[in-house]
């Protein structure tokens, strides 16, 4: 996998905060900032949207290094554009219509941060403990954004998502996550042939399907495991069949089909986690 570009002039970084009100839309800096809208612009500058005052907050808490904010005194309120004036990340100030054009909501909540796309790199598991949620395949954006939330809520160790996923660092995905893209390291859009060898230290790798194996709450979590979440309507791809050791399926009352991706992965997450807990005697 390629590495991040280098941060050079063609690339979206200012180094101090520049006073003036920025009303076009035109802007050369504003069009690079738009165009982490596409995933062709993500890649080509190494950066990702992070949208509105929780979610900027989130990168602060969690020392996220920023390259830049975009800021509208008219939509903040005093204290919150004192706080984010005063953070010491670049900053530029912009009017309510570049900041309607930068955001990907309808209505916008005044600030917007740049943040570098982190290099597709898995964390050191361990083999008796550690959870990795991987999401395969999985294209519905909220989907995507809802299970990065959700595995931070459960403690995983970290979130991969393969090829043919929605992109992790899209701002519809970012925004459903609610910033916890920097409470969970997530690797994103990786193939099997680089993501199965790296989880084969985890002594079980379970993947999700009507027909499984066994139920997922009959399985035991109290050891490292990968839990996989297939696409919406096709389930598990067959290079992650390949990989997965078991299926579990999670039954359901006659005459329904299934349970979004998003619902699966949040049942048999805090499966794990309710076992683990019990095994600590918490």
């Known amino acids: 996998m390629s590495e991040?570009?280098?941060?050079?002039?063609?690339h979206i970084r200012l180094t101090a905060h520049d006073s003036r009100l920025i009303t076009s839309v035109h802007n050369e800096t504003i069009a690079r900032i738009r165009s982490l809208h596409r995933r062709k612009g993500r890649k080509a500058q190494g950066a990702f949207l992070v949208e509105g005052p929780r979610a900027v907050m989130e990168a602060i808490a969690t020392h996220t290094p920023l390259r830049l904010l975009a800021i509208c005194r008219d939509m903040l309120d005093t204290d919150?554009?004192?706080?984010?004036?005063?953070?010491?990340?670049?900053?530029?100030?912009?009017?309510?219509?570049?900041?309607?054009?930068?955001?990907?909501?309808?209505?916008?909540?005044?600030?917007?941060?740049?943040?570098?796309?982190?290099?597709p790199v898995l964390p050191r598991l361990d083999a008796r403990r550690s959870m990795v949620l991987v999401v395969d395949?999985?294209?519905?954006?909220?989907n995507v954004g809802t299970l990065i939330r959700?595995?931070?809520?459960?403690?995983?160790?970290?979130?991969?998502?393969?090829?043919?996923?929605?992109?992790?660092?899209?701002?519809?995905?970012?925004r459903a996550a609610m910033g916890m893209h920097f409470r969970v390291p997530v690797v994103a859009d990786v193939s099997w042939d680089w993501l199965g060898p790296s989880l084969t230290e985890l002594p079980a790798?379970?993947?999700?399907?009507?027909?499984?194996?066994r139920a997922w709450d009959a399985v035991d979590w109290?050891?490292?495991?990968?839990l996989v979440i297939g696409h919406e309507d096709h389930g598990l791809s067959d290079d992650a069949r390949a990989w997965c050791r078991e299926t579990v399926?999670?039954?359901?009352?006659r005459g329904v089909e299934s349970l979004n991706a998003a619902a699966s992965g949040a049942i048999v997450l805090f499966e794990a986690v309710r076992q683990r807990r019990v095994a600590r005697g918490t």
């Open 80 to 119: 919150a554009h004192a706080r984010f004036t005063s953070l010491g990340v670049p900053a530029l100030h912009v009017s309510e219509g570049v900041m309607k054009s930068l955001a990907d909501t309808g209505t916008p909540q005044g600030v917007i941060a740049v943040a570098d796309v982190p290099q």
């Open 205 to 213: 790798i379970y993947g999700t399907d009507m027909a499984g194996a």
């Open 4 to 10: 991040r570009p280098p941060a050079d002039a063609s």
């Open 137 to 142: 395949g999985v294209r519905d954006p909220g």
């Open 249 to 253: 399926a999670i039954p359901m009352a």
């Open 222 to 226: 109290n050891v490292g495991a990968a």
């Open 150 to 174: 959700t595995a931070a809520a459960a403690g995983c160790d970290a979130v991969v998502t393969t090829a043919g996923s929605a992109d992790a660092f899209a701002p519809k995905v970012v």
